[in-house]
């Protein structure tokens, strides 16, 4: 796995890019947690089975994570940190919907985890983006 920056925008800053991501071959969150997103974009290279798992980070109102999956044979699973949700959906669930091959996704955190409110993060079906 290697992480770089990638310049965006004009002036508008960079976000992290992380490649050559492994899902996990435990099809839960406890399984997504052991391959952590970053804010940014992120590209998972291998899935050995459909719905194999990866986790976003802790919800923080505002962040951006795009996942794209590059594996052309199977689908990923995307689950929230612990204590948060996709879509206003069920604690620690994953997303409804599983990101086919060669395809991606954006998740827009709108709500931050506090210790009393889980976080909430809303998906955005996109084209697969380019890493």
């Known amino acids: 796995m290697s992480l770089n920056t990638n310049s965006v925008g004009r002036g508008a800053g960079s976000a992290p890019v992380q490649t050559g991501i492994t899902a996990s071959t435990t099809a839960s969150?406890?399984?997504?947690?052991?391959?952590?997103?970053?804010?940014?974009?992120?590209?998972?290279?291998?899935?050995?089975?459909?719905?194999?798992?990866?986790?976003?980070?802790?919800?923080?109102?505002?962040?951006?994570?795009?996942?794209?999956?590059?594996?052309?044979?199977?689908d990923i699973e995307v689950y929230p940190f612990t204590g948060d949700k996709v879509n206003g959906g069920t604690l620690n669930a994953a997303d409804t919907t599983a990101i086919g091959q060669t395809t991606g996704r954006m998740y827009v955190c709108v709500t931050s985890q506090t210790s009393s409110t889980a976080g909430d993060w809303i998906s955005l079906g996109m084209p697969a983006p380019a890493v």
């Open 29 to 74: 969150q406890a399984g997504g947690l052991t391959v952590p997103l970053l804010a940014g974009v992120n590209n998972v290279t291998v899935s050995v089975a459909n719905d194999d798992a990866v986790a976003l980070p802790k919800a923080v109102q505002g962040a951006v994570v795009i996942v794209k999956n590059s594996d052309a044979a199977h």
